[in-house]
C-alpha cells in the first residue's frame, strides 16, 4: 500500500510560481513512475506530467510545457511540479499518483495510487 500526501497548494497572482510536494509513504517509492494530474471546477481531470521511476524521463500536456517542471528525490519519497508563469486557467486541484508502469503514463486509469489533492488558485 502507498499513501501520497500532497502539499504546497495555495492563492498566487497570475505570473507567479508555486512548488508542489508529494510525499509518499513506500519502501518501493524508487519503482514507481509518478504523475500529476489536475481538476478543475466541474471538469474532468487531466494529465499534467509524469516522471519514470528513476527521473531519467518526463512528459509535460501541451498546456504545461516550458512552465511547468517534474522532479523526483527518490531519497527522499518525495515527487515535486514547479510551476511557473502561472495563468488563472491553471486553477484546479492537483493530484500526484503513483503507477508500476516504470516509465509513466498519461492515462489515468494506469496509475494505481492516488493522493487527496491539494488547491491552487492562480488570480487575475
Known amino acids: 500500500q502507498v499513501q501520497l500526501a500532497e502539499s504546497g497548494g495555495g492563492l498566487v497572482q497570475a505570473g507567479g510560481s508555486l512548488r508542489l510536494s508529494c510525499a509518499a509513504s513506500?519502501?518501493?517509492?524508487?519503482?514507481?513512475?509518478m504523475g500529476w494530474f489536475r481538476q478543475a471546477p466541474g471538469k474532468e481531470r487531466t494529465f499534467v506530467a509524469t516522471i519514470s521511476y528513476n527521473g531519467a524521463s518526463t512528459y509535460y500536456a501541451d498546456s504545461v510545457k516550458g512552465r511547468f517542471t517534474i522532479s523526483r528525490d527518490n531519497a527522499k519519497s518525495t515527487v515535486y511540479l514547479q510551476m511557473d508563469s502561472l495563468k488563472p486557467e491553471d486553477t484546479a486541484v492537483y493530484y500526484c499518483a503513483a503507477n508500476f508502469r516504470p516509465l509513466g503514463s498519461v492515462v489515468m486509469t494506469t496509475y494505481d495510487y492516488w493522493g487527496q489533492g491539494t488547491q491552487v488558485t492562480v488570480s487575475s
Open positions: 513506500a519502501p518501493s517509492f524508487s519503482r514507481y513512475a
